[in-house]
């Protein structure tokens, strides 16, 4: 998936992974999208509900060996 953004959370634990989304969403303009990279396993979880409780689509993640990419579009401000 092409990304307008990328975000590189390797190495941080929850909640860092969300907090750092939150700081760089409020950066894009609507209708981007961000690539969250990271290497803990609860932002599978955690990004799919941050997204439904602020308003903004989840579209999906891959997983290549540790690195998990997830996909943000960015709805609301």
Known sequence: MKADVKLDCFGLLCPMPIIQTIQKIKEMKKG???????TDAGIKEDMPAWCRLTGQEFLGLEKE??????????LKD
Request: net charge negative; proline share 0%; aromatic share 6%.
């Open 32 to 38: 981007e999208i961000l690539e969250v990279s990271s």
């Open 65 to 74: 060996d540790e690195v998990i990419k997830v996909y943000v579009k960015k």
